[in-house]
Structure formats: structure tokens, C-alpha cells
């Protein structure tokens, strides 16, 4: 685990063009994506390429691996569970997926281009032509100490990705192994449903607890709620989830 300083960054999504700035406490996240070797120490998981990232792993298995993991290391939980609805203990100091505001601020380390460093000399991508995830740390790290936050496999964070329109989806960050320039960029958000697992889909793991009641480094369940109930930006046909 690396400790970030506290600090702020904008948020912008390209599909609806809002930016919103965000102000960060300190937290702590993993220097490298959790790994196969990692994933079968703390779970019943195979572990062929003990040094590649895990991957197929789906957001719900994502925060029951941190609430293992917790366990693991004699820390509370930081999440608590009715049925598949999942809720944030935002003052655990339990293992957790960062929030978006805490991944790209790690992922970007003051830098302010898409990269923190030449892609090729960065990130595995489609340029690279490999057909895997490959070994964690074999690109050059940001000026965090972080490795593979751009390339290699996306990362699964905390934060709901548009509920006003894809209801439950979870934000992944990052690209993948086999993801062109465009798409292996600090700012790319991209998501998936709760039970959605895919080859190049990963996690890291961060930590930290806050002062506050439902809302957390850039994250709000109340904003969720409020953005959920959104007119005008549904597809046709859809009705927004009502809570």
C-alpha cells in the first residue's frame, strides 16, 4: 500500500459533459492490481500466473474479496451487506475499492495529460500486442510509486457509473492489455453491472476511513439517490430506479 496526500482534483464525464471538483482527504492504495497469487491467499481461487493480475472478477466478488482480506488482516469490515445491496462503512479503516476521485488522483500523480508517461513506456495496451494480462510492475511506475494503473487490466471502483441511466452499473478505470490509446487514459470511465466479469477487469485495493454519514472522498450516497431519480437521460423505454 502507498499513502496519497490529500489534494483535489475535477472530475469530468464526456458523455454528459459535467465536471465536478472534489476535494480528497489522505488514503492509502495498492502500489500494484491485486494479483492471482493474492486473490488465492485470502480466497478459494486458482492461481496459474501467480503474478499476473486476478481478473474475471465481478464488482460484487471485488468487495467481498476487501471484506475478506479485512478479516485477513484483523480490520473491520468496510462493507456491509443486505442480500447483493452493498453499503460503505465511509469510517472503516477496513480494505475497500477506491472511490473515482481517489483512482484518478493516485492514477494521475500531479501529472495533467491523459498519461503520466509515454503509454508505450507506461502501460501494456494493444500496442503491445500481448493477448493476456501480464506480470504486475513490468511498466514504469507513477511519481506515487504505482504501477499498471494505466494498461494492462481495468480497475473496479466504488462509485456507481450513471445511475440515471444504467442503474446499478459500477465504474472500471484504467484500460486494458488489449484497449487501444484512446480508451488507456486517466480520465476513461467505463462500468458494468454488479455480476459482470470480464478477462481484462480487475481490482486494487485502498484504504481509509472518514468522518461523515454516507459520503466519502468524492462519493455520495445521497448524490447516487438524487442522480437516480434524473430526468431526460434515459434511453427510451427506461424507467430510472426509484429508492
Given at each position: 500500500?502507498?499513502?496519497?496526500?490529500?489534494?483535489s482534483?475535477?472530475?469530468?464525464?464526456?458523455?454528459?459533459?459535467?465536471q465536478?471538483?472534489?476535494?480528497?482527504?489522505?488514503f492509502?492504495?495498492?502500489?500494484?492490481?491485486?494479483?492471482?497469487?493474492?486473490?488465492?491467499?485470502?480466497?478459494?481461487?486458482?492461481?496459474?500466473?501467480?503474478?499476473?493480475?486476478?481478473?474475471?472478477?465481478?464488482?460484487?466478488?471485488?468487495?467481498?474479496?476487501?471484506?475478506?482480506?479485512?478479516?485477513w488482516?484483523?480490520?473491520?469490515?468496510?462493507?456491509?451487506?443486505?442480500?447483493?445491496?452493498?453499503?460503505?462503512?465511509?469510517?472503516?479503516?477496513?480494505?475497500?475499492?477506491?472511490?473515482?476521485?481517489?483512482?484518478?488522483?493516485?492514477?494521475?500523480?500531479?501529472?495533467?495529460?491523459?498519461?503520466?508517461?509515454?503509454?508505450?513506456?507506461?502501460?501494456?495496451?494493444?500496442?503491445?500486442?500481448?493477448?493476456?494480462?501480464?506480470?504486475?510492475?513490468?511498466?514504469?511506475?507513477?511519481?506515487?510509486?504505482?504501477?499498471?494503473?494505466?494498461?494492462?487490466?481495468?480497475?473496479?471502483?466504488?462509485?456507481?457509473?450513471?445511475?440515471?441511466?444504467?442503474?446499478?452499473?459500477?465504474?472500471?478505470?484504467?484500460?486494458?492489455?488489449?484497449?487501444?490509446?484512446?480508451?488507456?487514459?486517466?480520465?476513461?470511465?467505463?462500468?458494468?453491472?454488479?455480476?459482470?466479469?470480464?478477462?481484462?477487469?480487475?481490482?486494487?485495493?485502498?484504504?481509509g476511513?472518514?468522518?461523515?454519514?454516507?459520503?466519502?472522498?468524492?462519493?455520495?450516497?445521497?448524490?447516487?439517490?438524487?442522480?437516480?431519480?434524473?430526468?431526460?437521460?434515459s434511453?427510451?423505454?427506461?424507467?430510472?430506479?426509484?429508492?
Amino acid at each position: 500500500m502507498r499513502r496519497i496526500p490529500g489534494g483535489s482534483i475535477v472530475l469530468q464525464d464526456a458523455r454528459t459533459k459535467t465536471q465536478r471538483p472534489v476535494d480528497l482527504e489522505p488514503f492509502e492504495i495498492g502500489v500494484y492490481p491485486v494479483t492471482q497469487e493474492q486473490m488465492a491467499e485470502v480466497l478459494d481461487a486458482a492461481a496459474p500466473h501467480p503474478r499476473r493480475p486476478a481478473t474475471d472478477i465481478s464488482w460484487l466478488r471485488a468487495v467481498h474479496f476487501c471484506n475478506a482480506l479485512s478479516e485477513w488482516e484483523g480490520l473491520e469490515h468496510a462493507y456491509l451487506f443486505d442480500g447483493e445491496d452493498v453499503s460503505w462503512d465511509v469510517s472503516s479503516e477496513g480494505f475497500r475499492l477506491p472511490t473515482e476521485a481517489e483512482w484518478e488522483f493516485a492514477c494521475r500523480a500531479g501529472s495533467v495529460g491523459p498519461h503520466y508517461a509515454p503509454l508505450a513506456d507506461a502501460a501494456w495496451t494493444a500496442a503491445d500486442g500481448v493477448m493476456t494480462p501480464q506480470p504486475v510492475g513490468g511498466k514504469i511506475p507513477n511519481l506515487y510509486g504505482l504501477f499498471d494503473t494505466l494498461g494492462n487490466v481495468w480497475e473496479w471502483c466504488w462509485d456507481l457509473l450513471d445511475p440515471a441511466r444504467y442503474d446499478e452499473y459500477r465504474t472500471f478505470r484504467g484500460g486494458g492489455f488489449a484497449d487501444d490509446a484512446w480508451s488507456v487514459r486517466a480520465s476513461v470511465r467505463r462500468g458494468g453491472a454488479p455480476r459482470m466479469h470480464h478477462p481484462d477487469v480487475g481490482m486494487r485495493v485502498a484504504r481509509g476511513g472518514f468522518d461523515g454519514d454516507g459520503a466519502a472522498q468524492g462519493w455520495s450516497d445521497a448524490v447516487d439517490r438524487e442522480r437516480a431519480l434524473q430526468d431526460g437521460t434515459s434511453p427510451s423505454g427506461w424507467t430510472p430506479r426509484k429508492r
